[in-house]
């Protein structure tokens, strides 16, 4: 089903908050945990999750060096996630050792190991703001695609991306690098923050195997309304 390719961003404070989105919207199937909600929560979330059959996505953007990467993602692992995010900025040796170390959490605590994806480039990122705030200069297609096929050298599983670079992530890297795109917004949802984004029937088209949708959803006036929409839109994708 299309509707498996939706990832929910729980993209609120507290843990009670994300619960009743859980039960309001028990039709989802997999759900991001990002920052805010664990900092606030902590894996107690996740236990909730877990006890409703549900995926997780732990976003926590992994960026340090690479012994600190690897300790924190030695523990993540060991919550028995689906997905988990590391910056491909923070090295080819911290992404290294951060997949070494999932596959030694999972392995300790008996769980199916973790797919570690890299992220690339932040969707609220500009082209312009990559050469002028950050002083790249390297064209942020290219950019992206350095950071994916960096993070695919180092042995993880996939990367992060906006649905504007994912159709040449996925000539270069092959079917089998999974590719997340956030930042999808559908014709009739504000834009946000979001600077390189595309429709959810796009960005499968274009060749996501996720994608990660949030406010779009959860912000909505109904939000039962707002997956139905969406799902209905993906159903027309062949």
């Given at each position: ?22 039960d ?90 973790t ?5 690339t480039v ?20 290219e ?21 504007q ?7 270069t ?22 600077k390189r ?11 996501a ?30």
């Amino acid at each position: 089903m299309m509707t498996d390719k939706i990832i929910v961003a729980l993209d609120v404070g507290d843990e009670e908050s994300a619960i009743a989105l859980i039960d309001r919207l028990e039709s989802v199937t997999f759900w991001k945990v990002g920052l805010e909600l664990f900092t606030s929560a902590g894996p107690r979330i996740l236990q909730v999750l877990k006890s409703r059959q549900k995926q997780i996505f732990l976003d926590l953007k992994f960026h340090d060096i690479p012994n600190t990467v690897a300790g924190a993602c030695r523990s993540a692992a060991r919550y028995g996630v689906d997905l988990m995010t590391i910056h491909a900025t923070s090295g080819k040796d911290a992404l290294k050792a951060a997949k070494e170390a999932v596959e030694e959490g999972a392995a300790q605590a008996g769980v199916k190991p973790t797919k570690l994806i890299a992220v690339t480039v932040l969707t609220s990122i500009s082209a312009r703001q990559l050469a002028m705030d950050l002083k790249v200069p390297v064209e942020l297609p290219e950019y992206a695609l350095d950071m994916a096929l960096m993070a695919q050298e180092a042995g993880l599983d996939g990367a992060v991306c906006s649905p504007q670079e994912v159709t040449q992530l996925r000539q270069t890297c092959g079917d089998d690098f999974v590719l997340v795109c956030p930042g999808v917004r559908p014709t009739w949802a504000e834009q946000g923050d979001q600077k390189r984004s595309l429709t959810p029937a796009q960005a499968i088209q274009a060749g996501a195997d996720y994608l990660v949708i949030g406010r779009p959803i959860t912000a909505a006036a109904d939000p039962e309304l707002a997956w139905q929409r969406i799902s209905q839109e993906l159903a027309t994708v062949t």
